[in-house]
C-alpha cells in the first residue's frame, strides 16, 4: 500500500512538473500570420501565371463547346429525318451520336479532369511560385523563432489578427530576392 502511494504522489509530482514545463514553453512559442492572396497579388509572374491558365481555359472550353454543338447538330438531323430512315440507318447514326458525345466528354476529362491538362499546366506554373512562397516563410520563420505561421487567406478563420505580427511584406521581401515583386511602397492591400 505504501508502494501504491509513492508511486501515485511520485506520479502526481511528474505530472505537475510537465505541465508546468508546457506552460512555460507555451508562453515563449512566437507566433505569426501571413495573407498568400496578398501575397501573390503582389508577384507578376503569378498573375502572368494565372492569365495564361485562364487562356488554356479558353481555348480548350471553347473546342468542347464547338463539339457539343456539333454532336447536338448531329442528334437535331437524326431526330428531322429518323422517321424516314431505315432500321439499320437509324442505329448507325445513334452510335455516331453517343461515340461522338463519348469523345466530348473524355475531351472534357482530358482538359479539366482531376489530372488533366490545366491541373499539369497549374502544377507547371504555379507550384514553383508557390515553393518560393512557403520557402520564403520558412526561412523568416526560422530567423524570428516563430514557433507557428497561418495563413489569413486560406480556410483558416482569423478573427483578429494585430498587423505587427502580419508578415506577409517580409515574405514578399524574401521572395523578391529570388523573383520580381512589387516593391514594398507600391503594393495595395485588398480590403478584407
Known sequence: MKNTVVKSVFTLLI?????????AIGQQQKYAYVDTQYILDNIPEFQDAQDELDEFSKKWQKEIETTYAKVSEMYQK???????????????????????????KELQRTYFGAE????????????PIQEKVYNAIESIAATNNYSFVFDKAGGMTLLYGNPKYDISDDVLDEVGNVMQ?????SRARGEK
Do not use: M
Open 15 to 23: 505530472a505537475g512538473l510537465l505541465f508546468t514545463s508546457s506552460s
Open 78 to 104: 437524326y431526330q428531322a429525318e429518323s422517321v424516314l430512315l431505315p432500321e439499320d440507318i437509324k442505329h448507325k447514326r445513334e452510335a455516331e451520336i453517343v461515340t461522338k458525345e463519348k469523345e466530348v
Open 116 to 127: 488533366g491538362e490545366l491541373y499539369k499546366k497549374r502544377q507547371e506554373l504555379v507550384q
Open 181 to 185: 515583386t512589387v516593391k514594398r511602397d
